[in-house]
């Protein structure tokens, strides 16, 4: 059984840091895509970062620049480390993983199987 475990969120002011992690279990990262997704209230989720097999990334408009993805395979964890955080960053956090190579649309919900329980993430400016 697949599991995804996010952990890393907090409350921290407008232009700090944070640091998410995903940690997996039953699932290697040599897999397929990983991704972390958002949702804030009201809002659907949306794609913020996508890491494909061979170590691409790729990411949203809103957070090129501030945001970056990466994994540690020896460790089974996925990372967001995420800078110059704005208000408009708040959200639950989600990652995100596909069960195969696949990853044509990687900032798209339907692109993934398998996912994390979220870790919320609180911007106060």
């Known amino acids: 059984q697949v599991q995804l475990v996010e952990s890393g969120g907090g409350s921290v002011q407008a232009g700090g840091s944070l640091r998410l992690s995903c940690t997996t279990n039953g699932y290697s990262h040599a897999t397929g895509c990983m991704g972390w997704f958002r949702q804030a209230p009201g809002k659907e989720r949306e794609g913020v970062a996508a890491?494909?097999?061979?170590?691409?990334?790729t990411y949203a408009d809103s957070v090129k620049g501030r945001f970056t993805i990466s994994r540690e395979n020896a460790r089974d964890t996925l990372y967001l480390e995420m800078n110059s955080l704005k208000p408009e960053d708040s959200a639950i956090y989600y990652c995100a993983a596909t069960l195969t190579g696949s990853c044509t649309s990687p900032l798209w919900q339907s692109a993934y199987d398998y996912w994390g329980q979220g870790t919320q993430v609180t911007v106060s400016s």
């Open positions: 890491i494909f097999r061979f170590g691409d990334t």
